[in-house]
């Protein structure tokens, strides 16, 4: 799955304004060692460098292509590396993820898999896209459905096409506190985003959501794609502006000490 960091920041003001709200969220501490899982270009791994200066800092992040748009050197506590989140090793006292989550399956076991690397009065914190029920995604899975022999037989998460782990705000906080989080703050928030039309709409999902699909088709089948996909939207929104009620969730828990 290949990343283009210029399609991903065509929209950066949009796509940033739940990762600011997400370091609001985060409680100031002695963090030794803090890790950014899925950092992309790494604008909130330098973020969080700058804030916490005494803590070191990894970015870690699959795509070479948005690794090499980090900003390293910018800070001397700030390094990255290229590797998937499930590979990630040791004890952190701040585990951070910024729209990144939302690729893997199985939040509940992932929950628990990443808790186990969060040190004793450590925190954890997390964002993730919740549109799934939203046209743009229903309709992508219905495109990737008719599809499904070019895609070779490809479903995002190994089930339903644009099915997605996304849990509710309750249901992380609950999975949190079975895991033994304290001071739990799971929240939902609508971040408006105005497009024009299918056509807009389109632009945002080549940026996340199109990807693993266009990636696996050539050429001619990608047009071919885009074109039913554009089909299914301009049936939804004719023309014009058009409201995306981008959706979010954030949540931050900590381990207790004891």
């Not at 799955?1 to 796509?15: G, I, K, S, V």
């Not at 799971?186 to 024009?196: N, Q």
């Not at 945002?204 to 071919?224: K, M």
Request: aromatic share 10%; net charge negative; with cysteine.
């Amino acid at each position: 799955m290949t990343w283009n960091p210029d399609l991903y920041h065509q929209f950066e003001a949009a796509r940033s304004a739940p990762a600011h709200d997400l370091q609001a969220m985060l409680p100031d501490g002695p963090y030794r060692k803090v890790v950014d899982l899925g950092c992309g270009t790494g604008e909130q791994t330098l973020a969080l460098a700058q804030r916490f200066p005494a803590a070191e800092v990894l970015g870690v992040d699959r795509s070479a292509e948005m690794l090499a748009r980090s900003p390293r050197g910018q800070a001397s506590n700030l390094r990255f590396e290229q590797q998937d989140i499930l590979e990630v090793r040791g004890e952190y006292d701040l585990i951070y993820s910024n729209a990144a989550l939302q690729w893997l399956p199985d939040h509940p076991s992932l929950l628990a898999h990443l808790w186990q690397h969060l040190r004793p009065g450590g925190t954890f914190a997390m964002q993730v896209p919740a549109n799934h029920d939203h046209s743009s995604h229903r309709l992508l899975g219905e495109t990737a459905a008719e599809f499904e022999q070019e895609l070779g037989g490809y479903s995002r998460f190994g089930t339903a096409h644009g099915a997605s782990p996304v849990l509710s705000p309750a249901s992380y906080a609950e999975r949190l506190d079975a895991l033994g989080a304290v001071e739990i703050q799971a929240l939902s928030r609508v971040y408006p985003v105005i497009l024009e039309g299918a056509g807009g709409l389109i632009d945002w999902t080549r940026g996340t959501a199109l990807i693993p699909y266009l990636s696996r088709l050539n050429e001619a089948d990608a047009s071919r794609f885009l074109a039913s996909y554009r089909a299914r939207l301009e049936a939804v929104y004719p023309a014009g502006r058009l409201y995306y009620a981008f959706t979010r969730v954030l949540v931050v828990a900590q381990r207790p000490l004891a």
